[in-house]
C-alpha cells in the first residue's frame, strides 16, 4: 500500500528522512543517541549545502538564492540565547543535550525552508508525507502487540523504553498522532478507489489509536484541529458561493472512519481484557482514575511555580533542563515534580528566559502569516482563490501547508499542558513542517523585505553545525565511557565502575555520574576522590538536593557533624517534599550530636511532613507506596516514638500505616501478570 520515500532520492534528504523513522520507531526519539545521531544528520545536511551551494533547483540545476532576514535571524538568535542560558545555567550537569538537540533542529528547520521551494521542495514534501504514513503505520501495528500483551494500560506505539517500567509516554505517542493524522489525511485525498479506502481505514485505526491512549488533552486539541479543518472547509465552499452542506462522497468517509475508530477501541480493549485490566473510560473522564485530579492541579501548581521562577531569572532563565531541580524550592506537595512545567513557553521562559520563548513565539507567528490570513478569509467569508486547483491532490500545495499547519497548530495545543518535545520523534517533523510553511512565507517577503548574503549564511550555519558536531563527538566518547560504569556499577563491581567513572571526571554532560563517584569513593574509603567528586558536582548544580545530602553523608562518616548538618541543611530545605530520608537522616545526626533541642524546634515541621508522605503512602499517590520513601516514614516514625515517647502511639500508628500500605501495594505489582513480549 505505501511505496517506500527511500528509493531513488538524493543522500542528504534520504539520510534525514530514514533517520524521521528511526526516531519514531526507537523509543520515539527519547534517547541520547537520537539525540547525538540528530546532530550528525543535521552537520551533514549543512556541509553538503556548503559544498555544493543551496538553493531552489531548476531545470536540474541549483539556483542559489539569498536568504529573507525576517525568519533567519529569530530561528538563529533563538538558539545563540540557548547557548547564552547554557553558559549562565544553575544545573550545568544538565541541559547540554537540550542545547545539541535545539541546535540540530533550527539547523534541519533552515535547510527545509531553503529546499522546499519549487517543484524539487514538492517532491521533498511528498517523500516528507510518505516517510510520516510509513512510520505511524509502523508504529501503531506495534503499538498494539504492546498494548495487549503488555501490563501499561494505555496505548503508547513505540514511546517507551522496555528496559524500565515506568517510561511508558501515552501522552507523548498522542501528541505524535496529532502531527501524523493530517499528514495520512494529505495522502488518502490524493488516493481513489480503494487506496482512498485503505487510506480511510488507516485513519480510522489512527484515531482508536489515539483514543486508546486516553488523553484528555490530546483529544481536546483533536478536537480544535476538527474545528479548523471543517472552518476551511466550509470557507472554500461558501467562497464558491455554495452552502456548507456535506456530499454523499464525503459524508460516507466521515462515516466510515468513525466506525472503524470505534472498532479499534473497543477490539484492542476486548483483547486486552484477556491478559491485562483494562483501563475504565468512566474513571478517566471524571477524573478517578489512579491519577484523580491530580493531573490538572499540578499542572495549574507547574504554572504558577514556571511564572515565579521566571520572574526571578528573567533574561537568561535558570538553564536548560532546570525545572525539575529548580521547581523543587517552591514545591508544597509529596513528590509533586516534574522535569518540565507541562507548558512549551513557560518551560522556555523559565529555563532560558523571556527572550527566548518571545523567539519562539516570533518565528511561530512568522512562519504561519499565510495560514492565519487563510482562516481570516473563512471566517469572513471572503472568496478563498488558494484552493482553486482541486483540492483532491496531494500535491496540492495550499491544501499541504494547511494541513501542515494543522499539524503544528494541534502539537502546539497539546504544548500548552504537557511538554513533549523533547522527543526527536515529535521535535524533528514538527520543525520540517514548521521548515515547509517557512518556506512559502520567505518566498512572499523576500522580494519586499531585507535579506543576508548566502554567504554569510552558509559560514554562519556551518560554524554551529561544525562546534555541534564537536561537542557531540567529544561528550560521545564520555557518554560511552560513563555508561560501562553504570553498567559495572549495577552488576556489583564497584571497583571497575569507579574506575570507568575517574575517567569520565571531565565530562560536561555528567547528570548523576559525579554522585554515583562520590558513592562508590566512600564506599571504598577513599574521602579524597569522594570530597572531589561531590565538590566537581556542585560546583556545576547547587538546585539539586541528591549532592547535597552526599556530602553530608560523607562529613558525618568522617565525623565532621557541623559540616554534616550544614549540608544535610541545604538538602532538606530543597528535597525534603521528595526525599524522606534527607529528614531522617539530619534527625539522626541531631540526635548523634546531643542537639536534641534542634530536633524539638522542628518536631512540628517535621511531624507534618511525616504525616503529609504516610497519607500519601496510604493513597500510594505518584507511586511513593512503591519507593523507599514508604521505609523511610516507618524508620522515622520508629525514631521519633523514641525521642518523644508522649507521642509515640501517633507515631506508631502513622509507622503501621505506612507499613500496611506498603505491603498491600507492593504485594498487588508482584501479583500482577507479566509482560509477554519481555
Known amino acids: 500500500m505505501l511505496r517506500t520515500p527511500f528509493a531513488r532520492i538524493p543522500s542528504a534528504e534520504g539520510l534525514l528522512l530514514g533517520f524521521l523513522l528511526f526516531s519514531v520507531l526507537w523509543r ?6 537520537a539525540t547525538w545521531m540528530l546532530v550528525g544528520v543535521a552537520s551533514a545536511l549543512i556541509v553538503a549545502d ?7 533547483i531548476e531545470n536540474g540545476k541549483l539556483k542559489i538564492e539569498n536568504y529573507p532576514n525576517v525568519l533567519w535571524i529569530p530561528a538563529v538568535s533563538f538558539f545563540a540565547w540557548t547557548i547564552l542560558s547554557y553558559f549562565f545555567s544553575t544545573t550545568k550537569n544538565y541541559g547540554l543535550d537540550e542545547v545539541l538537540r535545539d541546535g540540530a533542529l533550527v539547523l534541519i528547520f533552515l535547510w527545509t525552508m531553503r529546499h522546499a521551494r519549487g517543484e524539487a521542495g514538492a517532491v521533498l514534501s511528498h517523500r516528507f508525507v510518505q516517510t510520516m504514513v510509513l512510520a505511524a503505520v509502523l508504529a501503531s501495528l506495534f503499538g498494539v502487540l504492546v498494548y495487549v500483551l503488555q501490563p501499561v494500560n494505555r496505548f503508547v506505539g513505540t514511546f517507551f523504553d522496555y528496559r524500565f517500567h515506568t517510561d511508558y509516554w501515552p501522552n507523548a505517542w498522542a501528541q505524535f498522532l496529532l502531527l501524523a493524522w493530517p499528514l495520512v489525511f494529505l495522502w488518502m485525498r490524493g488516493k481513489q478507489g480503494k487506496l482512498r479506502v485503505a487510506g480511510c481505514g488507516l485513519l480510522g485505526f489512527l484515531f482508536g489509536a489515539l483514543l486508546l491512549s486516553y488523553s484528555r488533552g490530546a483529544l481536546i486539541a483533536f478536537a480544535g484541529q476538527l474545528v479548523l479543518l471543517a472552518l476551511v472547509w466550509a470557507g472554500k465552499k461558501w467562497g464558491e458561493g455554495a452552502f456548507f452542506i456535506p456530499h454523499r462522497r464525503e459524508i460516507i468517509p466521515i462515516g466510515l472512519i468513525a466506525v472503524i475508530a470505534v472498532a479499534v477501541f473497543f477490539t484492542a480493549n476486548t483483547a486486552r481484557s484477556g491478559f491485562h485490566p483494562v483501563q475504565s473510560v468512566g474513571e478517566k473522564i471524571t477524573f478517578t482514575a489512579d491519577e484523580g485530579g491530580s493531573s490538572v492541579d499540578e499542572r495549574k501548581l507547574f504554572w504558577g511555580q514556571a511564572l515565579a521562577l521566571t520572574l526571578d531569572r528573567p533574561l537568561f532563565g535558570w538553564g536548560p533542563y532546570s525545572f525539575r531541580f529548580v521547581q523543587q524550592r517552591l514545591q508544597t506537595g509529596v513528590l509533586q515534580t516534574s522535569d518540565h512545567p507541562h507548558n512549551v513557553f513557560l518551560k522556555l521562559a523559565a529555563e532560558r528566559g523571556v527572550i527566548a520563548s518571545l523567539l ?4 511561530l507567528v512568522l512562519v504561519s502569516l499565510p495560514q492565519y490570513r487563510l482562516l481570516y478569509c473563512c471566517i469572513a467569508r471572503k472568496r478563498i482563490t488558494r484552493f482553486e486547483q482541486s483540492d483532491q491532490q496531494c500535491s496540492n500545495p495550499a491544501m499541504q501547508r494547511f494541513l501542515f499547519f494543522l499539524s503544528v497548530t494541534g502539537v502546539l495545543a497539546h504544548n500548552l499542558i ?12 514538527f520543525w520540517m513542517m514548521l521548515g515547509i510553511l517557512a518556506s512559502e512565507t520567505s518566498s512572499k517577503i523576500q522580494s519586499r523585505g531585507k535579506i543576508l548574503s548566502k554567504k554569510l549564511v552558509h559560514k554562519i550555519e556551518l560554524v554551529i553545525a561544525v562546534l555541534l558536531l564537536a561537542v557531540a563527538l567529544r561528550e560521545g566518547v564520555f557518554l560511552v565511557i560513563s555508561s560501562l560504569g553504570r553498567h559495572a556499577e549495577v552488576a556489583g563491581e564497584h571497583e571497575a565502575a569507579l574506575w570507568w567513572y575517574n575517567r569520565s571526571s571531565a565530562e560536561w554532560f555528567s547528570r548523576d555520574m559525579h554522585v554515583s563517584r562520590a558513592l562508590l569513593a566512600t564506599l571504598s574509603n577513599r574521602t579524597g576522590t569522594a570530597h572531589e567528586a561531590i565538590d566537581t558536582f556542585l560546583t556545576g548544580n547547587t538546585e539539586d538536593p541528591r549532592g547535597w545530602r552526599l556530602q553530608g553523608d560523607i562529613a558525618r562518616t568522617e565525623g565532621d557533624i557541623p559540616a554534616a548538618l550544614e549540608a544535610y541543611g541545604k538538602a532538606y530545605e530543597r528535597g525534603r517534599w521528595n526525599d524522606l ?3 531522617l537522616a539530619l534527625a539522626e545526626t541531631l540526635i548523634e550530636s546531643d542537639r536534641g533541642s534542634e ?4 518536631k512540628a515541621e517535621i511531624d507534618a511532613l511525616l504525616g503529609f508522605f504516610v497519607e500519601a503512602i496510604v493513597q500510594n499517590a505518584h507511586f511513593v507506596a512503591l519507593s523507599h520513601n514508604a521505609e523511610d516514614a516507618i524508620a522515622l516514625s520508629t525514631l521519633l516514638a523514641e525521642v518523644f515517647p508522649d507521642s509515640a502511639p501517633r507515631y506508631e500508628v502513622l509507622a503501621a500505616k505506612a507499613d500496611f500500605a506498603m505491603r498491600s501495594e507492593r504485594s498487588k505489582v508482584k501479583s500482577r501478570p ?5
Open 418 to 429: 504537557d511538554y513533549n518535545l523533547q522527543f526527536v520523534g515529535i521535535a524533528l517533523p
Open 674 to 678: 507479566s509482560g509477554y513480549l519481555w
Open 599 to 602: 530536633l524539638v524546634e522542628k
Open 28 to 33: 520515539g526519539g527519547k534517547s541520547l543517541e
Open 581 to 583: 530520608s534527607i529528614t
Open 360 to 363: 519562539f513565539i516570533v518565528l
Open 50 to 56: 556548503a559544498i555544493r551551494g543551496s538553493g531552489k
